[in-house]
C-alpha cells in the first residue's frame, strides 16, 4: 500500500508541476498585478488548516527544518524572476531557468519523499513538505513584489509640488 501511496503521490506531484509550469507560462503573456503575487500565499494559507489534526503535526525542530529548505529553495526562484516594463504594462519576463529550476526542485522533493517516508510518519512528512512550499513561495513572493513595486515607482513620473 506504501508503494501505491507513493507512486500516487509522486504522479500528483508531477502532474502539479507541470500544471505551474502551463500557468506560469501562460500568466507571462498579460501583466502582473500586486493581487496576482501576493493572493497565491495567502490562498495557500489555508492548508495550515491541516495541523489542526493531529497526524500532520510536526515537532519545532521538523518546522525549522522544512521552513529552512523551503527558504533556500526560494532562492533559485527569486533569482529567476524579473519584470519588465512594456506598453505601460509591468510583465513577468519569461525565464528558461525557471522551467529547469522548477524540474529540479522537484526531482529533489520526490527524492526527499523516497528517503523520508521511510523514517517519517506520512502524515508528518506531508505537514513538513507544505511548510516546505509555504516557506519557498512566501519569501519569493514578498521578493516579487518588492521588484514589482521597484518597477512600479520608477515608471510612475515624480509630481511637481507647487507652494500655495
Known amino acids: ?29 498579460k501583466p502582473s498585478s500586486v493581487k496576482k503575487i501576493v493572493l497565491p500565499p495567502i490562498f495557500m494559507s489555508t492548508g495550515a488548516l491541516m495541523f489542526l489534526f493531529p497526524e500532520f503535526r510536526v515537532s519545532s525542530l ?3 527544518e522544512a521552513l529552512s529548505v523551503g527558504a533556500i529553495f526560494s532562492i533559485f526562484l527569486i533569482k529567476t524572476s524579473k ?32 528517503v523520508l517516508s521511510t523514517q517519517i510518519d506520512i502524515g508528518e512528512l ?18 516579487m ?13 515624480p509630481t511637481i509640488k507647487t507652494s500655495v
Open 1 to 29: 500500500m506504501i508503494k501505491v501511496n507513493t507512486a500516487l503521490s509522486t504522479i500528483i506531484a508531477v502532474c502539479m508541476a507541470l500544471l505551474v509550469l502551463f500557468i506560469r507560462m501562460k500568466a507571462a503573456k
Open 145 to 157: 513584489y518588492v521588484k514589482y513595486k521597484k518597477i512600479e515607482s520608477a515608471s510612475i513620473p
Open 126 to 143: 506531508t505537514g513538513m513538505f507544505w511548510l516546505l512550499a509555504f516557506g519557498m513561495i512566501v519569501p519569493w513572493r514578498i521578493a
Open 83 to 114: 519584470f519588465e516594463m512594456k506598453n505601460n504594462d509591468i510583465y513577468l519576463k519569461r525565464s528558461k531557468a525557471f522551467v529547469f529550476i522548477l524540474l529540479g526542485l522537484l526531482a529533489v522533493r520526490i527524492v526527499m519523499k523516497l
Open 62 to 64: 521538523q518546522i525549522v
